[in-house]
């Protein structure tokens, strides 16, 4: 629901996934019942759950992996290009942007770390209830013992839908690890 007009930082655990060796992780947005329900995503971290680490991404492939391998730790906050990809079955993409939305009364006005940020624009015809997915390539957990995510993600308008982050070890079936 609308979370007001601020970014909020939010961490969830991975650990029941330590060891694995690739996971995927999604966003799915579905919009609500109006134009003034933008959803936003900025500055993901996946990492080993110890405060003020500074990860970087260092992209590796493997053949046995569902998708190109990503190291942990890993950052994005979209500065260069949608590192993470629009996701089928969607209605609708997610967009990258700086700025704000074009919608008056929801969505950011601004990034919360550097100058661009993805988000779902809720107006027609984007609502009601369609789905916008956010998909990541792979994460290396193998290494790892507690990892987590960290994300921000901003949540402003009247006709808020929602938002899950879920996770997958085989791109087929989808845990869902946090919802809004």
């Not at 938002?163 to 845990?175: C, G, N, P, V």
Request: glycine share 8%; charged share 15%; proline share 6%.
């Amino acid at each position: 629901g609308n979370q007001g007009d601020q970014w909020i930082s939010t961490f969830v655990s991975l650990s029941s996934y330590a060891g694995v060796g690739s996971l995927a992780l999604r966003f799915y947005g579905v919009s609500g019942t109006g134009f003034t329900g933008d959803i936003a995503i900025d500055d993901i971290q996946v990492s080993e759950a110890i405060p003020h680490e500074s990860p970087t991404e260092t992209p590796t492939t493997s053949p046995t992996s569902i998708c190109s391998l990503l190291s942990v730790p890993y950052s994005t906050s979209f500065e260069t290009t949608l590192e993470w990809r629009n996701d089928a079955p969607s209605d609708f993409d997610w967009e990258r942007s700086s700025g704000g939305t074009p919608s008056t009364g929801t969505g950011p006005l601004s990034a919360i770390d550097g100058n661009f940020y993805v988000y779902m624009e809720a107006s027609s015809p984007n609502y009601p209830n369609k789905t916008a997915i956010l998909k990541s390539d792979c994460f290396d957990l193998s290494s790892t013992s507690s990892p987590e995510i960290r994300f921000q993600y901003h949540t402003f308008g009247t006709d808020i839908g929602s938002i899950a982050l879920e996770a997958s070890a085989d791109d087929a079936t989808w845990t869902e690890l946090w919802s809004l």
